[in-house]
């Protein structure tokens, strides 16, 4: 059961990545810069991995990933909004 979940959560992966990848096109973004909103994803994907295994230290390993991609999405989401703001009052 362990190893369908896996390869489940695997093929979403790519299927998101390459959902990225096609609607990041128009924007003409390097391949480096994609990774910043696939980590998260990834990170989530192999927490959530983790917590499926039922070995306990194992679960608590994937709580944390699990966490740290919320508050990686969070901080990413806030320095982006930051960084805006001061690109685009330097702007006016």
Do not use: H
């Not at 362990?2 to 096109?25: Q, Y």
């Amino acid at each position: 059961m362990l190893f369908r979940a896996v390869s489940v959560e695997l093929v979403l992966l790519g299927i998101f990545v390459a959902l990225l990848n096609f609607l990041l096109a128009d924007f003409k973004l390097k391949k480096g810069k994609l990774l910043a909103f696939i980590f998260p994803l990834l990170i989530y994907v192999v927490g959530f991995t983790l917590r499926l295994s039922g070995n306990k230290e194992l679960v608590d390993l994937g709580f944390f990933f699990t966490e740290f991609s919320s508050i990686f999405v969070t901080v990413l989401f806030s320095l982006c909004l930051y960084l805006g703001q001061l690109r685009y009052w330097r702007v006016k």
